[in-house]
């Protein structure tokens, strides 16, 4: 897939997320596209198979990119990922969804 598709994908899947508030990725219908295959078996993340699995080359914008850590940086503690997977309610799912769909920058 190319960095416009694989981009477009990320889109799409956090979109639905937002739009359902579903905390399960694994749910989004459009992983029944054949291209999307590897992208579903590889972490379910579009951003990580750009990068082939290399935090330092996302191609997201995490609002903490650059600092020290030990974990990835989309699962780093406070961040819009971990925000995520971790919100209390529907509606915090939903935002925070919306918000990591519009990270991925055009190139």
């Known amino acids: ?5 694989l981009r477009q ?9 937002a739009r ?3 905390w399960d990725k694994e ?3 459009g992983w029944g596209k054949e291209s ?5 078996e590889n972490r379910e993340c579009f951003a990580c198979d750009a990068c082939e699995n290399m935090c ?6 995490w609002s903490h990119k650059g600092k020290q850590h030990d974990w990835p940086l989309c699962n780093h503690p406070g961040g819009e990922y971990w925000l995520w ?3 209390k309610s529907i509606n915090e799912r939903r935002q925070i969804a919306a918000k990591i769909a519009r990270m991925w920058p055009e190139s």
């Open 20 to 22: 359902t508030g579903s």
């Open 9 to 17: 994908g990320h889109i799409a899947l956090w979109k639905w997320l």
């Open 27 to 29: 749910k989004w219908p």
């Open 1 to 5: 897939m190319t960095s416009v598709e």
């Open 85 to 87: 997977r971790n919100a």
């Open 56 to 61: 330092s080359r996302c191609p997201i914008v």
């Open 36 to 40: 999307y295959y590897w992208v579903q």
